[in-house]
């Protein structure tokens, strides 16, 4: 069972920010946060990951909140590529077992 | 090398019919990753590979369900006795050290089992 809650779509503006949210109210202190998107008939790919501090790459930064049960992956200014379904995990480092839910489908509108 | 590769990238078979899937993971990878996905839901773990030794299974996998990756390069997974239960993309990765970070996905392989 996924450990997180995403809502199941969003929509966003070409050129704006995509703000796309994640509960996960039950992690561990060894846990960290993934964000992983996958692109229509393509596999999964990796984004960006963080423990408790902010992060950012040139994809997207992640925003968690401090008690750690909830955070925001934000694409700054989105495009129509990244119309994708976005997935929220929370697994330990080593984890080989990934748990993906059902993710967010966002839809980047010109 | 371009990625993660598989094949066939589409398979429609008969129930019943046993089918084989073939996964080819980036060079010098040594884990590889067999995941499944139903329509409408995130991939579910199937099992993993380090070198040859196959090191994890999911209770998915059942008994008409088996993988191989002889020799650690390429890897294939088996079906026996299709159901159409069985109708998923099958999904393989690679990574050289740790998933979650490192890991690479092919573009699977749609079974569809009529």
């Known amino acids: 069972d996924a450990k997180t809650t995403q809502p199941p779509s969003m929509d966003c503006a070409e050129g704006r920010a995509a703000n796309l949210p994640c509960n996960h109210s039950?992690?561990?202190?060894?846990?960290?946060v993934y964000w992983y998107r996958q692109i229509h008939s393509q596999g999964p790919q990796y984004i960006i990951h963080g423990l408790k501090n902010n992060e950012t790459n040139e994809m997207a930064s992640l925003i968690i909140t401090e008690d750690r049960k909830s955070s925001t992956l934000i694409l700054p200014h989105a495009t129509l590529r990244d119309t994708a379904v976005y997935y929220c995990?929370?697994?330990?480092?080593?984890?080989?077992?990934?748990?993906f839910g059902a993710g967010t489908r966002l839809t980047v509108k010109p | 090398d371009t990625g993660v590769s598989q094949n066939p990238r589409h398979k429609i078979t008969k129930r019943g019919q046993n089918v084989t899937f073939r996964c080819d993971p980036i060079?010098?990878?040594?884990?590889l990753y067999w995941y499944r996905q139903t329509l409408g839901q995130g991939p579910e773990f199937l099992t993993y590979f380090q070198n040859e030794a196959q090191l994890e299974k999911s209770r998915l996998l059942s008994d008409r369900f088996s993988a191989e990756r002889p020799k650690g390069s390429f890897s294939t997974l088996e079906i026996q006795r299709t159901e159409q239960g069985d109708s998923a993309m099958y999904l393989c990765?690679?990574?050289?050290?740790?998933?979650?970070?490192?890991?690479?996905f092919g573009q699977g392989t749609r079974l569809t089992v009529v």
């Open positions: 039950t992690i561990s202190g060894n846990e960290y």
């Open positions: 990765a690679s990574s050289g050290d740790l998933f979650n970070t490192e890991a690479f």
């Open positions: 995990i929370v697994s330990a480092l080593n984890n080989n077992d990934m748990r």
């Open positions: 060079s010098e990878h040594n884990r």
